[in-house]
């Protein structure tokens, strides 16, 4: 299967989930507005307009993507090893969480550190350096230039 | 005259002037290093720029942008790897000239032909977006649904290489905008009981996700390649590398010819640099007495590549102005980004707020003669940025992207919504499907949405009234037209490539 067929078929099984259970369920917290007339469309005519183009859109894609060849971008992604990306996105998602545990500067050097580790960079000291050094810069630059409070672990506040 | 005294003073600002210096310095620095593209700088600067002034965050955003686009050109010239899209057709005779020795020389000419290009579009912006602006004035909720639902085809149709997938992403991005209250009546829709998603999907985090963390979700995947610089601007000979004044007189005409190419797509919504610099170059080399000199290291080529792109600059900013819809995806960021300052972009801006106005066409020439500057002293320097490993950069990036998602609202469900995003742009790259109408169509869809249904209150609930208008009938006409002759086309093309010998 193809890149793009495989896309076509995602994205027709979450159209198709979005018109038929996301989009009803708008109607049960429609506001009545006390027998107020309008002649416009409701809440859930643009919903199901966006819904049935992605549809349609979906199902041609699904279609007409059988009939042209992979493109090497596309087919690359069954040659290339899915752990690194997967592992990546993985740490990125624990950064994102762990922010609220442990603070942002802690959670970030073990993000930059755990990276540099596993993804081979050449100078153990550069990595070190780096991992410490940028989380420190990016949260002083928003904390002192921009006034913006990054979190910060409960355990040091 | 006080609102354009007003934006001057602004821009003399000690602040605003630096800031302007080291968005040009980092766009062309971004620009120059493969894999970073202007979208992830641009996008990664909007969570900074809410915190500014508008004249500030204005110069921030559009110095990385003018620069970006330039820098591009550095690897394309020494790597063979262009460092935006945009700069693609850079390669085509810009490396060829670097292997025999005129790396230099077409990185000058690369300067130049941008500098020429971007100039070429200002003016075309200080000319055309005022009249543009005053005919939209004068239209009603009818011809904007039309308006905006025509923006919706065309960049479907026109971005990427196919135009149903250009409008499932335009489609997805549509259904994107849904989230959250609807404009009329305030209804939640699809907000789980959850308070931070009654204001919709934010922006910032949606757009740092598609554009920045799907790029490094990409590098990650071709396991951070290194790239090798293969020549020393120092070692070559400078006589040779010196641009003679015939060679100048040859440029005039490709250069200008270009910019008017670049300036064109740059009016239309949601094709970009990177068509338009394809265009152009192929152009000039039809219109060549001797085409066979492209390819080959002709000056022609990379001014032509270069003068397009830059010139798209400018011109982008025409449609984002004039109508409120953007002509890519930088200035759909900085669309946003506007929004995000209070700044509603369209007809009205020239209004109500002249002074924005008036600091974005001070801006981008300022930008531009920067860029000139900067450009023609660090050419060297700018050089020795391509050899930083990808392995010890993208890592930082994808530091600055969860900061900057966090930042613009203090909210942890922002940061997976990016990296929700980040997953989908690289999916959408890989599978061959182009991002930009997403997030245009993402901007656009609240004001279609509020134009319709003002639109059919006038007309007691008739749509009748959407094909009886001549300009939204006109649209919609020409929509329908310009789907049919593109399906036709791919169709053709198709038939063609499956008969073709493998």
């Known amino acids: ?157 | 005259m006080e609102a354009f005294l007003t934006a001057l003073a602004g821009m003399g600002e000690p602040a605003t002037l630096l800031t302007l210096l080291l968005s040009v310095a980092i766009g062309l620095v971004i620009g120059a290093i493969p894999g970073l593209t202007v979208n992830i700088a641009v996008a990664l600067a909007v969570p900074l720029a809410i915190f500014m002034p508008t004249s500030q965050a204005l110069v921030m955003l559009i110095g990385l942008y003018g620069a970006g686009i330039f820098g591009g050109s550095i690897s394309a010239i020494l790597l063979n790897a262009p460092g935006t899209p945009a700069s693609a057709a850079t390669v085509f005779d810009g490396f060829p000239m670097a292997q025999r020795g005129e790396a230099t020389k077409a990185l000058r000419i690369s300067l130049v032909a941008s500098v020429f290009g971007s100039i070429f579009s200002i003016l075309l912006l200080i000319l055309l977006a005022p009249q543009l602006a005053d005919f939209a004035l004068r239209f009603g909720p009818v011809e904007i649904a039309a308006l905006l639902f025509f923006t919706f085809t065309i960049i479907g149709v026109l971005s990427g290489d196919s135009m149903v997938k250009g409008l499932l992403s335009a489609s997805i991005g549509m259904v994107l905008a849904t989230v959250g209250s609807d404009p009329m009546l305030g209804t939640p829709r699809f907000t789980f009981g959850l308070t931070s998603l009654l204001d919709g999907l934010t922006y910032v985090p949606l757009l740092v996700g598609l554009f920045a963390l799907a790029e490094i979700i990409d590098e990650v995947t071709k396991g951070f390649p290194r790239s090798k610089q293969r020549f020393d601007l120092d070692q070559e000979d400078r006589a040779r590398n010196r641009i003679s004044l015939p060679e100048w007189r040859s440029l005039l005409l490709p250069m200008t010819r270009a910019s008017g190419i670049g300036s064109f797509i740059g009016i239309l919504p949601g094709i970009g640099a990177t068509i338009a610099s394809f265009m152009a170059y192929a152009d000039i080399k039809r219109s060549a007495r001797n085409p066979e000199a492209f390819g080959k290291g002709d000056i022609r080529g990379v001014a032509a590549s270069e003068s397009s792109n830059n010139a798209v600059v400018g011109a982008t900013f025409i449609p984002t102005l004039a109508l409120g819809i953007p002509g890519d995806a930088v200035t759909a960021i900085l669309l946003g980004a506007l929004v995000i300052q209070g700044v509603t972009p369209g007809p009205l801006i020239f209004v109500n707020a002249p002074e924005v106005v008036y600091t974005i066409y001070i801006v981008l020439f300022a930008s531009t003669v920067l860029m000139g500057v900067i450009g023609y002293f660090a050419i060297r320097p700018l050089a020795l940025t391509l050899r930083i490993p990808k392995i010890y950069l993208m890592p930082c990036v994808a530091l600055m992207c969860v900061a900057g998602s966090y930042v613009a609202r203090n909210n942890i469900l922002d940061l997976f919504v990016m990296l929700g995003a980040g997953v989908l742009g690289f999916i959408f790259n890989r599978t061959g499907v182009p991002v930009a109408p997403l997030l245009i169509t993402f901007i656009i869809t609240r004001p279609f949405e509020e134009a319709v249904r003002q639109a059919l209150t006038q007309s007691e609930g008739s749509m009748a009234v959407f094909f009886t208008n001549p300009i939204s009938g006109g649209l919609i006409l020409f929509a329908i037209g310009l789907m049919g002759f593109t399906l036709r086309s791919e169709r053709r093309r198709r038939s063609t490539a499956r008969s073709a010998p493998q």
């Open chain 1, 1 to 157: 299967m193809t890149g793009g067929r495989a896309i076509g078929l995602a994205c027709t099984v979450a159209s198709i989930l979005f018109l038929a259970i996301l989009v009803p369920g708008i109607d049960a917290n429609r506001f009545t507005g006390g027998g107020m007339q309008f002649y416009s469309v409701g809440p859930t005519a643009l919903p199901y307009f966006a819904g049935g183009l992605m549809l349609l859109f979906s199902v041609l894609t699904l279609i007409t993507s059988g009939q042209e060849r992979p493109k090497p971008a596309e087919s690359g992604v069954a040659s290339a090893s899915l752990w690194r990306p997967v592992v990546f996105i993985l740490l990125a998602a624990a950064l994102s969480g762990g922010m609220l545990i442990a603070g942002f500067l802690i959670a970030a050097i073990l993000f930059l550190l755990a990276v540099f580790w596993i993804y081979g960079a050449a100078s153990k000291p550069l990595a070190l350096g780096l991992g410490v050094a940028v989380p420190l810069g990016v949260d002083l630059v928003l904390r002192k230039l921009f006034y913006i409070p990054l979190p910060v672990a409960p355990f040091l506040s």
